[in-house]
């Protein structure tokens, strides 16, 4: 995925978050905090992952697919955004 190159910052970004709400789970594991709040800082954890395999797998189509904003072809620069909508709305 040679295109991440230009999106690594912010993608080394939204890892390093994620690393940092993954070390929050095992702080409140170890002090043994109460359980619905380990809960919610996994529904966190997960909520960040989904985003960040949102973005990459938006980048994906869009750079080995079709690109909606750019493809010549209205049927599938149609079928690209419906799938991008789509995977969003799975991912939410």
Do not use: F, W
Not at 18 to 43: F, H, S, T
Not at 51 to 58: F, H, K, N
Request: charge should be negative; aromatic fraction near 2%; glycine fraction near 4%.
């Amino acid at each position: 995925m040679s295109h991440t190159i230009a999106q690594k910052p912010k993608i080394l970004a939204r890892v390093r978050r994620l690393k940092g709400q993954l070390e929050a789970v095992e702080r409140a594991l170890e002090a043994e905090a109460d359980c619905a709040d380990i809960l919610n800082l996994v529904a966190s954890v997960r909520g960040a992952v989904n985003g960040l395999t949102v973005e990459l797998i938006e980048d994906h189509i869009r750079h080995h697919v079709a690109d909606p904003d750019t493809d010549t072809d209205p049927h599938r620069a149609e079928g690209a955004a419906e799938l991008i909508d789509v995977i969003r709305t799975y991912l939410k």
